[in-house]
Structure formats: structure tokens, C-alpha cells
């Protein structure tokens, strides 16, 4: 046994010899080892990039981290003892690493004497002096650096550190996704297995302590004998846990990885096959700046109308609970509008057969419906205006309602012609009723972006209505028609109108959790047309973002939600902020996540981006990211993006990204103390997401069967695979034969 001296003394490898705020630099001592250090307890690779070096002073010891490693020429070789100037030396290859400050490592005694423990801190008090010994830590100084010290962060394992005697790394979820967590690295670096890794590690734990909680709370309360707390403890934590993970899969990949997890939800496009559920999102969810995107609506004419023509739907939509008078201003207005649309349809309707006879009619009708609702409890304020209104319009009828006996002996009625300025009174008389009737639909906040229920059917046709009654006809063609593709597709048509209707409610419950447990779903949305597709995220995202936006207002506490998005440079997209005039939905994805990136910690609300293309992110939601995984990254420019994202002292650390074999990234920022080089834990086969790279070889050497029936794709790619409308091509029994 070595004296601690001694110990120390093996352990040095070098003397430092230069000190800025942001990097050290050490010259390496000519016996500090090459390749692999045996000193330290462990073998340990030394020198590397990336590895640890400590720097002891008063305080503790400082801890460096190896960001560069070289050879500079000397006169002189580097040797112990008086120099003899009378020797030729020859210019002397000299090892320096230069390093990066992290932290301090801080000795505590441990209770009851013995070895001391150690603990880090993070940043550096008392920088080392020119001439302070660099040292290589021990096994056990290195576990401290990287293994975490508090019990939350040791919550989660998700690998372990092999430039730090394999310690390790753990994580705390609450750190993790609580302040948003950008994976990011090439294809095929593991982004998605790290993701896929992360919320099944994640998951698997809460399982774990759920079910140590249960078993310790059950035996407290059999201890005392109390059933009641056995059944609160057991109604508390059995069951899987209360976890809300919502995957937006736009590859497709995480359905398969997650199968055997109970109480996944799996979601895709109609039709849906094993064992995944339908997904739905009813065009009614989408908000009036949703559907602009869609639409392309235009500022001037064919926004306002959209808009209003969303406002109207959703007001006079059937439903419960809200107020009658809503209902009535909503049905006013179309009473009014249909009145207008006749006027401006020219006397001549009037006068002529059968015009005046639908007009007079129609003028009855309303009239009798405003009486009914004269005298009806809950609209009583507004009894003397609409009694005032019904009779008046009744009256105009009344004039023209005329009857006469046929040869037959039937009594026949009908209207005569109306003039103008009848038609004119009876628009003025509804047109005064509705001013004195308060526009309550917004005192109830109800507007067009309400998630009220609508049917999508007469939409188009509500558009062309009101445009024609403002005579803007002419601009709101591509509107109209826009609306009327999107809702024939046939391909969308079960997920923008599910039959039945789902109520926001049930699709909450479907894709956030109900009751007192969370939901783990995944939504495929790989069969999504490309240009839905956008959008289809974006309202995904921001009704969960809603969401949990008034669960925490009605509730006073948040209700923690994470929301995984993959490829994420697609879809949240760097762009221009200036406002464009008219909004396209990668635009609408992008203020969504941009807006979940700033707002969404409040309401529990955290994001996992990965992306392949971090240049191509949007900036605001990379700021907004607190927790990196950094994977193997080649390009330049997401090189320098990525290193934009660290602290300056930090930026060397990064270099070794394009290096990064699969399975390695670098952790850093909130959720970790100190970065650290991680290789991530082994995801069995059939747990990684399904993302394998093409086999050409196999598909060409027959090794692997790839049959081609491009019939049924055809029909499956038109719609047309339940309508044997033609007969196309041989019949089956023609082909068997
Ligand atoms: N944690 C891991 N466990 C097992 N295999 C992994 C892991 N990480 C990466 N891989 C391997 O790397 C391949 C690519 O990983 P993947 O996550 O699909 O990359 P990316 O999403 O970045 O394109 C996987 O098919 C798998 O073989
Ligand atoms: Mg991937």
C-alpha cells in the first residue's frame, strides 16, 4: 500500500502552463501515458478527447475536460534537474492537452472517517496557477463527475460513460422534459433508438417505483391494520403510470418498437390493423388561422369570409348547454342574410311566380318562429323586440297572403307580387332586431376558433353564400374549392370526418389520458398526404397544447404532457418572421412549436424534437431547448449551429461530433451537470424503432422477397379499392386460369 503522497504523485501527469476563464493548458509530463492509463485503479484511456483531467488547489480540484491533444517542437527536451547547456539538443516533441474548465470536484469526508466521497460542483471558483499539477482522477473521483449525486437525477439510466471508468449516466425526467429536449444528430446516428430508449427507460422506472411505493404503503398500512389506507395506497399507485407521451410519428417508425408496452395506444390512418386504433382529427378542431393556411385564404375578401362563415357554423351548430340567445342572434343573421339575398335577387323574383309565394312564405315562417320565441322563458328580455319584429314581418305578409276557391272548389292560397319597398321594411325590421339583440356569441366566448362541432358538409356552400351576399363572389373561387377538395378526399375523409363524431372531450380522453391515468400514444401518421400533413401536426399540437394550457387554469396545477416530435427540422422549419400575408401551414407548424417552445414549461407542457438538419430548425424552439443529445454530425453547418448552442468554453467539446460512433452522443445542458459522452444503453431488436436502411443486395440476390402488385396500390391510391365502378383489367378468375 502506497503512501497517499505516492499515490498522488502517480497519478500526475503533467503541469499546467497557461490559464484563461476558458481553457487550460497542460504540458504533459514524458512518462504520462499514451494511450491507456493503468494508474487510475481502472484502465483508462488517457490521453483523450473528451476525457477528464483534475487540477487540485485549495478548494478541491478543478475539472478539465480534454478538448485538444498535440505535439509542439521545444529546444529544449523537457527534463528534470539543472539544465547542461553544454549538450546539443535537438528540437524535442512536447505533449500538451489543452483543456476545458467544467467544475470543481469537491472532497467531502465521508461520515464515520474512512475514504473521502467526492462531489461536483458546477463552475470553477479559484482557477489553477502556471506550474499547479494536472492529475488524472481515480476510478472513484471520475464516477463523481459524471454520476449524478442527487437522488432525482439518478432516476433514469440511459448509458453509461466510457471515457469515465463506464460510470453511469443517469438522468432526471423531470429535468429532461421539463425544459424541452432536442436529440439531434445524421440519420442512422440513433436518434430515434435514443428517443424510443429514453420514454421506455422512463417508463419502465415510474413502473418499477410505483410498484415499490404500492408495496411499501401497503405494508405500512397492514402494519397498522388500516384498510382504508390499504385501499387509498392502492388506489394511489397500482396501475401503469400516470404518464402522457404523445409520439407524432410522420415516419411511421415507433409503433412497432413500443408494441409490447402495456397500455400504448397506437393510432393510424383508416383503416386501422393490428392492434392499432383509428386516428381522428374533425375538421371541426382546426382554428380559423388553421384553416387560412390551409385555404391560402387571401387577406382582403376571402379571409373575413372564411372567417366568418367558420363563426356562423360553430354558433348555430346543435349542442348543449350554451345559450339559446346565441343560437337566435346566429339564426337572425341567417334569416337576415336569406332576406338580403332575395332582395338582391331583384324585384322580378318577386313579381313572378313562384318567387313571391317561397318569399311569402318565408316571411311567415320567420315571423312565426320570432313569436315562439317571444315566448319563451329564457329569451324574456328580449320578448318586446322580437314580438315587435315577428309582427311586423307578419304584417308585410299578411298584405300580400291571399286566397281564392278553385273551380274545383279547393281553396288555394297564395302571395301577390311584393314591391321593393316591402322587401326593404321587412329586411330593415330583422335587420333592427338583431342590432338590439347583443352579439352575445362573443360575450360567451365563442368565435370562430371555439372547438364547437360543425358539420363539414355545407361548409363550401356557407362560403359561396356569403360571399355572393357581399357580391365578392368572384374572389373566393379557390376558396371554395380548396375547402371542397380537402373535405372529398377520400383518403382523409375518416380522419377530418369520423363517423361517428368524436366530441373534443372523447378526443382528449383518447389522445391525452383520462381519469387519474395518462395516455402513451402514437399517432403514424406516414400515410398523411404531404400536404395535410403540416397541418395535421400543427392542430395536434396545439390542442394538446390548449390543453394543458386550461388544465392548469382550471386546476392550478399542470399536467405534465410530452410531446415528441419527429424530423423535426420539416416541420419546424427556420423561416422568415415577418408575417407573410397569407399563412402556409409549414408557417402555422412552425408559430405552433415555436409557441410550445416558449410557453410550454408552464403548463408541463415539454417538447423532444429530433432532427437530422439542425440548421434547418427554427431558432426560436432550438433556443427554447435546455437539454441536448448531441449525435454523430458532419455537415458544417449544423457542426456550427450545434456549437452555437453551448457555452463558448464549451465549444471545443463538440469536435468530437463528427467522430460519434452509433449509440455515442454527447449529453448536455440542464439535465446534465457536466456534458458527458454517453454511450447509450442497447435497445434490443425488436424495441428500436423500425427505420433500417434499404437491402439492395438482399432484394437483388433473392435473399429477400419483393413482390409488386401495383393494382392494388393504384387502387388504394385513388379510392378506388371498394367501388367496382369499371371492370379494370382480368377478372381473378381469368388470372387464376
Ligand atoms: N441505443 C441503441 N441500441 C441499439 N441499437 C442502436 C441504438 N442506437 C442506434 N442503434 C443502431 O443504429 C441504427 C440507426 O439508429 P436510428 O435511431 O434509427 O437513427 P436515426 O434516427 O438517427 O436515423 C439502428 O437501426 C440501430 O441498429
Ligand atoms: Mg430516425
Redesign the pocket.
Known amino acids: 500500500m502506497s503512501k497517499p503522497i505516492e499515490q498522488i504523485a502517480a497519478l500526475t501527469i503533467g503541469t499546467v502552463e497557461s490559464v484563461s476563464p476558458s481553457e487550460i493548458k497542460v504540458l504533459l509530463e514524458p512518462n504520462a501515458p499514451q494511450a491507456t492509463a493503468l494508474n487510475t485503479g481502472v484502465p483508462t484511456g488517457f490521453p483523450r478527447i473528451n476525457g477528464y483531467v483534475l487540477i487540485p488547489n485549495e478548494t478541491g480540484a478543478v475539472v478539465g475536460l480534454v478538448v485538444w491533444l498535440g505535439v509542439e517542437r521545444s529546444q529544449f527536451p523537457k527534463r528534470t534537474g539543472l539544465k547542461d547547456f553544454g549538450l546539443v539538443d535537438l528540437p524535442f516533441p512536447l505533449r500538451k492537452i489543452s483543456l476545458t474548465p467544467l467544475g470543481t470536484l469537491l472532497a467531502t469526508k465521508r461520515a464515520g472517517g474512512g475514504e473521502n466521497a467526492y462531489r461536483l460542483e458546477r463552475g470553477v471558483s479559484a482557477f489553477p496557477s502556471v506550474g499547479d499539477a494536472a492529475q488524472l482522477p481515480t476510478a472513484e473521483q471520475l464516477r463523481s463527475i459524471i454520476e449524478a449525486s442527487s437522488k432525482e437525477d439518478r432516476r433514469v439510466k440511459i ?1 453509461t460513460s466510457p471515457l469515465a471508468a463506464n460510470a453511469t449516466v443517469t438522468v432526471d425526467p423531470d429535468k429532461i422534459f421539463g425544459r424541452h429536449l432536442a436529440v439531434l ?13 429514453l420514454i421506455r427507460w422512463s417508463l419502465e422506472k415510474a413502473r418499477k417505483e410505483r410498484a415499490r411505493l404500492l408495496k411499501e404503503a401497503l405494508e405500512t398500512a397492514q402494519e397498522l391494520g388500516d384498510t382504508e389506507r390499504e385501499n387509498e395506497a392502492a388506489e394511489k399507485h397500482r396501475g401503469p403510470p400516470n404518464a402522457r407521451f404523445i409520439i407524432l410519428d410522420p415516419n411511421g ?1 415507433y409503433s412497432s418498437a413500443f408494441a409490447d408496452c402495456p397500455g400504448v395506444r397506437r393510432f393510424t390512418i383508416p383503416p386501422a390493423k393490428g392492434g392499432t386504433k383509428d386516428f381522428c382529427l374533425p375538421a371541426w378542431m382546426w382554428n380559423s388561422h388553421e384553416w387560412c393556411a390551409f385555404t391560402q385564404a387571401k387577406s382582403g375578401v376571402q379571409r373575413p369570409v372564411l372567417m366568418r362563415a367558420l363563426r356562423e357554423l360553430r354558433t348555430v351548430s346543435p349542442r348543449t348547454g350554451i345559450d339559446r340567445i346565441v343560437v337566435l342572434t346566429a339564426l337572425l343573421r341567417s334569416y337576415h342574410r336569406s332576406l338580403v339575398n332575395d332582395r338582391n335577387k331583384g324585384a322580378i323574383a318577386f313579381i313572378d311566380k313562384p318567387g313571391k309565394n317561397d318569399f311569402g312564405q318565408k316571411l311567415h315562417a320567420i315571423a312565426r318562429s320570432l313569436m315562439q320565441y317571444a315566448d319563451e322563458d329564457d329569451l324574456s328580455k328580449f320578448k318586446d323586440i322580437l314580438s315587435y319584429t315577428g309582427n311586423a314581418l307578419k304584417r308585410i305578409a299578411d298584405d300580400r297572403h291571399k286566397t281564392f276557391t278553385n273551380e274545383a272548389g279547393e281553396m288555394i292560397e297564395y302571395y301577390q307580387a311584393f314591391d321593393s319597398s316591402e322587401v326593404e321594411n321587412a329586411v330593415a325590421a330583422l335587420d333592427k332586431c338583431i342590432e338590439s339583440i347583443p352579439d352575445v356569441d362573443q360575450h360567451l366566448g365563442i368565435n370562430e376558433d371555439s372547438p364547437i362541432p360543425f358539420a363539414p358538409s355545407n361548409f363550401a356552400e356557407l362560403i359561396e353564400q356569403i360571399a355572393a351576399e357581399q357580391g365578392q363572389s368572384q374572389y373566393v373561387d379557390t376558396l371554395v374549392l380548396r375547402v371542397k377538395m380537402l373535405l372529398s378526399d377520400m383518403r382523409l375523409m375518416p380522419v377530418l370526418t369520423p363517423t361517428p363524431d368524436i366530441s373534443l372531450e372523447e378526443w382528449l380522453n383518447q389522445f391525452i389520458g383520462s381519469g387519474n391515468s395518462g395516455t402513451f400514444g402514437i399517432i403514424d401518421l406516414s400515410l398523411i398526404s404531404s400536404d395535410v400533413l403540416h397541418l395535421v401536426i400543427a392542430v395536434v399540437a396545439r390542442i394538446v397544447f390548449e390543453a394543458t394550457q386550461r388544465y392548469r387554469k382550471l386546476n392550478d396545477q399542470e399536467l405534465p404532457t410530452v410531446l415528441v416530435l ?1 424530423e423535426a427540422h420539416t416541420f419546424v422549419r427556420r423561416g422568415s418572421d415577418e408575417e407573410s400575408d397569407t399563412p402556409t401551414p409549414s408557417h402555422m407548424c412552425r408559430q405552433t412549436f415555436e409557441r410550445i417552445a416558449r410557453e410550454g414549461r408552464k403548463f408541463g407542457l415539454g417538447l423532444v424534437l ?1 432532427s ?1 438538419r439542425p440548421s434547418e430548425l427554427s431558432p426560436t424552439v432550438l433556443a427554447q431547448c435546455n437539454t441536448f443529445i448531441l ?1 454523430r454530425i458532419v455537415n458544417d453547418r449544423d457542426q456550427e449551429l450545434v456549437s452555437k448552442l453551448v457555452p463558448d468554453n464549451l465549444g471545443g467539446l463538440l469536435k468530437e461530433l463528427p467522430s460519434l460512433p ?2 455515442q452522443a454527447i449529453l448536455l445542458g440542464w439535465a446534465a451537470t457536466v456534458p458527458t459522452l454517453v454511450e ?5 431488436e425488436d424495441h ?2 423500425r ?2 436502411d434499404p437491402k439492395f443486395w438482399d432484394v437483388w440476390t433473392g435473399e429477400e422477397d419483393r413482390p409488386i402488385n401495383w393494382r392494388e396500390i393504384v387502387e388504394n391510391w385513388t379510392g378506388t379499392q371498394n367501388k367496382p365502378t369499371r371492370p379494370s383489367g382480368p377478372s381473378e378468375e381469368e388470372n387464376a386460369t
Open positions: 448509458g444528430g445524421n440519420t442512422g446516428s440513433g436518434k430515434s433508438c435514443t428517443v424510443a430508449g417508425e419527429e429530433s437530422q449525435h452509433s449509440r447509450i444503453t442497447e435497445l434490443p428500436r424503432p427505420s433500417s
